[in-house]
């Protein structure tokens, strides 16, 4: 039995108004069959304040993963004849959608990775959705290990929320050795690649990797839809990347004893073999021991970091 | 499990978690919905009643039945009237970035290259397929384990590090935990040589050894700094502007005043503790980090670039 006889809470319209959608018929709700059937619609003193309510309802609700359909005939999006339901692919997990216990520790931390900064919310809350799958014993064994991501670039709020409403964005790029451009594309996920955020991207018909800090500008979401993107073309980028840098090796010497040669785990002949997925990012990492390092090959790479030594000094003169 | 606050979606969120739980597996404790979920009994009540609350007031239709006497006992148990709803939505867009970018970062751990239920969790969620992994530290492993080890068992190690200095010793540390900060290690414990929290990079202990000594009463009553960098002693104020692309360098220091220039870059102090640390932090960015003062932090950048590039090579610079 319902015990509704105080005022509805807002999570309670929220529940309601999914359940009232989700029981709805095939031609959907009208606005009108909405507002008598949530209490907290009826109970709002003008047809405003109602409309603002619903409005800001149905994006919690969109936000939140439940994808509301309107449907109208007119051609025009929500229009007073437009009517509403929700798609049942919302609900419709995958039949062999199954986690381990091992799997929900790995989410837990994953999610306690992001220590309140920007996505620790959707984080946690997508971890409650995950855990109602069912009482999978999680893992208990404590982890030892206290992972703290850090995501302060200034894009990787606007990109999350591009992301999350499929639109294109804008934003300047540079690259390492070449001069800055502006781009407009599709971003399709946040990745982390060897310390570095990556975003994978669609720009006109190619899937591609853009290094966050490697954008100069603000990031403008538009109001316009980014491109489709399949799966396929998803695993192909994520495989190129994969095979670009399997064949990206450099060898350094490293001075015996030093830092540098615990860090890289030199072996007796002072020599390190490493695969890299950015020759300028390898470069920083080298710069940053100095004396103790050499580059013994690829060419490019050991002028790459003569050249920004160089520059140090010309930049300190 | 962390007990916390909710707000509406979070409540909205979790009742619709707990439809799907409870229809699939039947009825529960209150504590053992809070266990599950990571919040208080008093929350998971709220979020039952939500359910309980839930009626098209239109059709005089509710939707759950929920028993509300048993509900008062502690137990949540309901069945459904009207409702379609069995289950929750899937994840949204956000909460998939969300999550698949944190396995993304646990995938970039040392300590879980080629773990199979993480490359497993991250097929279903959609955050990639197998790691890009270029060097982990070789040598940092089995030091990772043994201190982990330490932490778990609560007694002191006996550690070889070397500081940022090049300077190596040999220090006993209580370790109080470890953690993965931005794509390095870091063991947080209480350093006997001096007295304070510390944190040292696990990179830098060549060695560590557990001595089987239980964890000294400064460190149990120790607080351990949110940030990585700690505190620092006889610090020096440099001011310095990076580029665009280059920013990130504030984040590695105690930094105030930071100010966005036209051009992109950023303008700012730095407070540092050594100033031949600070040679190779500027170095790393080959030049797109420029110190503007004060001289000696200055000289500090200069004498760790020349030593880099070796003496002969200055002497050119200089005709």
Redesign the interface.
């Known amino acids: 039995?319902?015990?509704?006889v105080s005022k509805?809470?807002?999570?309670?319209r929220?529940?309601?108004l999914?359940?009232?959608l989700?029981?709805a018929p095939v031609i959907g709700l009208s606005k009108n069959?909405i507002f008598?059937?949530?209490?907290s619609y009826?109970e709002q003193g003008s047809d405003f304040a109602r409309n603002k309510m619903f409005e800001r309802d149905k994006n919690?609700l969109r936000?939140?993963?439940?994808?509301l359909e309107v449907i109208d005939s007119s051609g025009f999006e929500d229009t007073d004849t437009s009517r509403y339901r929700i798609s049942k692919?919302?609900?419709?997990?995958p039949s062999d959608?199954q986690?381990?216990g091992?799997?929900l520790k790995?989410?837990e931390?994953?999610?306690?990775?992001?220590n309140s900064q920007l996505?620790?919310?959707?984080?946690q809350?997508?971890?409650?959705?995950?855990?109602?799958?069912?009482?999978v014993e999680a893992s208990r064994e404590?982890s030892?290990?206290?992972?703290?991501?850090?995501?302060?670039h200034a894009s990787f709020a606007p990109l999350?929320e591009a992301?999350?409403?499929?639109k294109l964005v804008t934003f300047s790029y540079?690259k390492?050795d070449g001069d800055a451009s502006v781009r407009e594309l599709t971003p399709i996920?946040?990745?982390?690649?060897?310390?570095q955020w990556v975003l994978l991207a669609k720009q006109q018909d190619v899937v591609k990797n853009f290094l966050l800090?490697?954008i100069?500008?603000a990031v403008e979401v538009s109001e316009l839809a980014g491109k489709v993107v399949t799966p396929e073309e998803i695993?192909l980028a994520?495989?190129d990347?994969?095979e670009f840098?399997s064949k990206n090796v450099a060898r350094l010497s490293v001075e015996h004893g030093?830092?540098a040669w615990?860090?890289?785990?030199a072996t007796e002949d002072n020599v390190?073999m490493?695969?890299?997925?950015d020759e300028a990012l390898?470069?920083?990492?080298l710069?940053?021991?100095?004396?103790?390092i050499s580059v013994l090959e690829p060419e490019s790479l050991r002028l790459?970091?003569?050249?920004?030594?160089?520059?140090?000094?010309?930049?300190?003169? | 499990m962390p007990k916390q606050e909710i707000d509406a979606e979070g409540l909205f969120n979790l009742s619709l978690s707990i439809v799907g739980l409870v229809l699939k597996d039947g009825p529960m404790l209150t504590s053992e919905l809070a266990t599950h979920f990571g919040f208080s009994e008093k929350t998971i009540t709220k979020a039952v009643i939500t359910i309980a609350n839930s009626e098209d007031v239109g059709r005089y239709e509710t939707h759950f039945y929920v028993d509300e006497d048993l509900l008062a006992e502690g137990e949540v148990d309901f069945t459904t009237a009207q409702s379609q709803l069995d289950r929750p939505p899937l994840l949204s867009k956000r909460q998939t970035t969300a999550l698949a970018a944190g396995l993304d970062y646990l995938a970039a751990m040392p300590q879980f290259l080629d773990n199979a239920d993480l490359k497993q969790v991250r097929e279903i969620i959609g955050s990639g397929t197998a790691p890009i992994t270029s060097y982990q530290p070789v040598g940092s492993e089995s030091v990772l384990l043994e201190v982990q080890r330490s932490v778990d068992s609560q007694v002191q190690i006996s550690a070889e590090y070397v500081n940022q200095l090049g300077v190596q010793s040999v220090r006993t540390i209580d370790p109080l935990r470890v953690e993965f900060v931005g794509r390095r290690h870091y063991l947080r414990g209480w350093c006997h040589s001096n007295q304070e929290v510390r944190s040292f990079r696990i990179d830098r202990i060549i060695s560590a050894k557990a001595t089987g000594q239980p964890l000294s009463p400064e460190a149990m009553s120790a607080e351990i700094p949110v940030e990585v960098f700690g505190t620092i002693s006889d610090e020096l104020i440099v001011e310095i502007q990076a580029s665009s692309e280059a920013s990130e360098i504030f984040w590695n220091f105690p930094a105030v005043d930071v100010k966005r220039n036209q051009d992109g870059s950023s303008t700012g102090q730095i407070r540092v503790g050594n100033l031949q640390a600070l040679g190779r932090h500027v170095c790393r960015y080959g030049g797109e980090v420029v110190v503007l003062g004060p001289p000696e932090a200055r000289a500090a950048v200069t004498d760790f670039a020349s030593r880099a590039l070796g003496d002969e090579r200055v002497a050119e610079n200089e005709d």
């Open positions: 039995m319902a015990t509704a509805q809470k807002p999570a309670e929220l529940f309601t999914t359940c009232c989700m029981a069959d008598a059937s949530v209490s009826g919690s936000e939140m993963g439940v994808q692919g919302s609900f419709a997990w959608f986690l381990t091992e799997h790995l989410l931390l994953a999610a306690k990775a992001w996505l620790a919310r959707p984080a809350s997508g971890l409650i959705r995950l855990r109602s799958l069912g009482l404590l030892i290990v206290t992972p703290r991501l850090l995501a302060r999350a992301i999350d409403g499929g540079r390492p996920k946040l990745r982390f690649i060897e310390g800090r490697r100069i500008s695993s994520e495989e990347l994969a840098v030093t830092e615990w860090h890289f785990g390190v490493l695969q890299f997925m390898l470069a920083e990492d710069m940053e021991y100095g004396a103790d790459r970091v003569e050249d920004g030594l160089k520059r140090v000094l010309e930049h300190h003169a």
